[in-house]
């Protein structure tokens, strides 16, 4: 039942369609035009997210949430989709954005396939269904009010963000907290009085050295991502900003972990006679999904039907999930196939967002 032309194109008219996290307003003008035309309820909320809903149809069950991401990683536009050898790429100069926007498509498919047993007096069954497309998730997944959760009725959801072989779904994922870190020197003339500076370049870069940072364990990571300061080469720094995040499976570590950095910061300045702002915030939450959890219950059995082996998986990044389970709504990812997410080498299979697509709908008319 599933429609590959029509997957495929629906899924290279959403990747044309530019959306750096931020600035969603076309693509969600498109896909709330899309599901009105399936036949759903639309709304959009202050934010720009796109929600939609759809009666059951014969198949009795609580609603089941069904949502993906409209923003892109990083700013690239123009994004030219290029398919060789049943794989979608870009042309190598900007990122694809399957992550998410093979989500988007696939959740479409699958309405649109809804749509046609019912245009045939044919309706397939199906559980009550409720879609969201949200905005800036890669940026500001964590901001306060970003999605108006207040208007979801469902209590269980599906999170179409995730990558590995169909099948894989994430039953774990960690809390982050972010830092944003303000490091405050002396400036002086570098080339005739440089003894009167205190380098705020040299006190950021030591103690990023100091730093554990990469992959710290099997359920912890850090990273510091953005460094900015200095004017000129003649001036010692007098400031320097710097951004980074921890993340961790366990909050306990992640405390550690964020202590770490901060306490590298603290000796750096110290040695240096620097000053520091550092800001340090849980921007989300960790989630853990139990073996006879329904849903997870309800996505192991649907596989196994289509003849694919379920693959419970713990994941180093977080997702529109953590932010529903906080809310009471447990939400598990689902791989869509996406590979190599967030690098210009970015990828997917055409056969693997059938596959997903199959597999979706074979859970909603559970």
């Known amino acids: 039942m599933i429609n590959e032309e029509r997957l495929v194109q629906t899924f290279l008219d959403l990747v044309r369609v530019d959306s750096p996290s931020g600035h969603e307003e076309a693509i969600g003008h498109e896909l709330a035009a899309r599901l009105a035309a399936l036949g759903l309820s639309v709304e959009r909320d202050a934010s720009g997210n796109v929600f939609g809903w759809l009666e059951g149809e014969q198949a009795a069950g609580d609603w089941l949430l069904l949502c993906a991401h409209m923003d892109t990683v990083g700013q690239d536009r123009g994004i030219t989709p290029v398919i060789a050898e049943g794989v979608i790429r870009s042309d190598g100069t900007t990122i694809l954005g399957a992550d998410d926007k093979s989500g988007l498509a696939i959740i479409l498919e699958v309405l649109q396939v809804l749509k046609e047993g019912r245009s045939v007096a044919a309706p397939l069954p199906h559980c009550p269904l409720e879609v969201l497309f949200t905005v800036e998730e890669e940026t500001n997944l964590g901001r306060p009010g970003r999605i108006d959760l207040a208007r979801l009725r469902a209590r269980e959801g599906l999170v179409l963000d995730s990558g590995g072989p169909i099948g894989?779904?994430?039953?774990?994922a960690p809390s982050q907290d972010k830092l944003t870190v303000t490091v405050h020197g002396r400036a002086a003339h570098a080339g005739s009085e440089p003894e009167k500076g205190i380098n705020a370049i040299r006190v950021a870069a030591e103690a990023i050295a100091a730093m554990p940072l990469?992959?710290?364990?099997?359920?912890?990571?850090?990273?510091?991502?953005?460094?900015?300061?200095?004017?000129?080469?003649?001036?010692?720094?007098?400031?320097?900003t710097m951004k980074g995040m921890?993340?961790?499976?366990?909050?306990?570590?992640?405390?550690?972990?964020?202590?770490?950095?901060?306490?590298?910061l603290e000796e750096a300045a110290a040695r240096h006679g620097a000053t520091l702002d550092i800001e340090t915030a849980r921007t989300y939450h960790s989630y853990r999904v139990a073996e006879d959890a329904p849903l997870r219950r309800r996505i192991e059995a649907a596989a196994r039907r289509l003849g694919l082996e379920p693959q419970p998986t713990a994941s180093g990044g977080g997702s529109d999930a953590n932010i529903f389970h906080c809310a009471?709504?447990?939400?598990?990812?689902?791989?869509?196939?996406?590979a190599d997410v967030h690098t210009k080498?970015?990828?997917?299979?055409?056969?693997?967002?059938?596959?997903?697509?199959?597999?979706?709908l074979e859970i909603v008319r559970q």
């Open 168 to 172: 894989t779904f994430v039953i774990s």
């Open 214 to 240: 990469g992959r710290i364990d099997e359920e912890t990571v850090a990273n510091i991502g953005v460094i900015e300061g200095g004017t000129a080469t003649n001036i010692v720094p007098e400031r320097v």
């Open 246 to 264: 921890a993340r961790s499976r366990d909050d306990a570590k992640l405390q550690r972990q964020t202590a770490a950095m901060v306490r590298a």
């Open 328 to 338: 009471g709504i447990q939400s598990i990812p689902l791989s869509t196939g996406m």
């Open 345 to 360: 080498r970015e990828h997917i299979a055409i056969a693997d967002m059938v596959a997903c697509a199959r597999l979706l």
